[in-house]
């Protein structure tokens, strides 16, 4: 029995298919088959129900997927745990937000490659739900987004916090003083909705306060988002100080409102049973980076206080 074995029978199971396995595997779907039926002739019994068009385990079958996923779980420790870091060879799934892609996920990639270098990164830039999704399916091993989602399958770590405010063009909202958040609601708000996890912060932290605005138009992209802040189609809540450029340049105005939005902490997820040695210090290094302050950040910089 390999471990080449027991990861076809474990992915085949955990994907719903032979060809989902393979591609995990970076293999042919034929050659995967063969790993089951060495399986099945060493132990002379079926692992898979064939009468079946989707791939479904026997009872046996069963049995077998959870031997393997605790085998391959110990392999995996084992191998961060008496592997050098410069030797661990591995491939690593991380999901993250577009504003954390705008700001200090190059940092957090060079730290990672730094530190194991023949470890290879995967980033995936999505929305905050999809990320979740994704996780939850086994297409990613790690997600970094804002703490909106509270689910005891996928544990998180602090990592960071965003502070934001409420911006507008300039003249939009009459700067006389400081704006009630009920009185602002009465201006078309650009929001970013429920898949976005700083959507769902602040719109729960709306809705707390009895203040749910009648015209609102929902972009999820943030890119999109402050691009149409800037052209004046309404006042949105923006990061602060990555966007700082923009007010600088007069593009951009920060209103006064009462009362002031919460930052938006950011946590590190993964699945409980996928914790390792190797998502720990990922974490610890994106606890080290985090930093929303500044867009386009450079590789290897150093960190901020």
């Known amino acids: ?68 996923k605790k085998l391959l779980q110990q392999r995996d420790a084992a191998v961060e745990q008496f592997g050098k870091p410069e030797v661990l060879e591995r491939r690593v799934r991380i999901g993250v937000t577009e504003l954390t892609a705008m700001t200090w996920l190059p940092r957090l990639v060079g730290l990672i490659q730094q530190h194991y270098p023949k470890v290879t990164i995967e980033p995936d830039v999505d929305d905050s739900l999809s990320l979740r999704d994704k996780l939850l399916a086994d297409e990613l091993d790690l997600i970094m987004v804002p703490d909106a989602f509270a689910d005891a399958r996928i544990p998180g770590k602090a990592i960071g916090k965003v502070d934001s405010a409420w911006m507008c063009k300039p003249g939009l909202v009459p700067a006389a003083g400081p704006v009630r958040l ?103 290094l994106a606890q080290s980076c985090c930093d929303f302050t500044r867009i386009f950040q450079a590789e290897l910089e150093e960190a901020v206080p």
């Not at 790993?35 to 009872?59: G, K």
């Not at 990061?239 to 105005?253: D, F, Y």
Request: proline share 5%; hydrophobic share 45%; aromatic share 8%.
């Open 182 to 284: 009920h009185e602002l609601a009465r201006y078309r708000m650009l929001v970013q909705g429920n898949a976005s996890g700083t959507g769902r912060v602040y719109d729960a932290w709306m809705k707390e306060r009895g203040v749910e605005p009648a015209n609102i138009i929902v972009v999820s992209n943030l890119v999109a988002l402050t691009g149409l802040t800037v052209s004046g189609l309404g006042v949105s809540y923006l990061p602060r100080q990555c966007l700082e450029p923009l007010v600088a340049a007069g593009m951009l105005a920060v209103l006064d409102v009462a009362p002031a939005l919460p930052p938006v902490p950011y946590v590190a997820m993964h699945k409980g049973e996928h914790r390792s040695a190797l998502t720990a210090s990922i974490i610890m």
């Open 1 to 68: 029995m390999t471990f080449k074995q027991l990861e076809a029978l474990f992915w085949i199971a955990q994907l719903g298919g032979f060809g989902p396995a393979a591609h995990k595997l970076n293999t042919s779907q034929s050659a995967v088959s063969k790993r089951v039926h060495e399986l099945e002739r060493l132990f002379d019994t079926e692992l898979f129900d064939r009468r079946l068009r989707t791939a479904r385990l026997t009872e046996k079958g069963e049995e077998m997927f959870l031997l393997a």
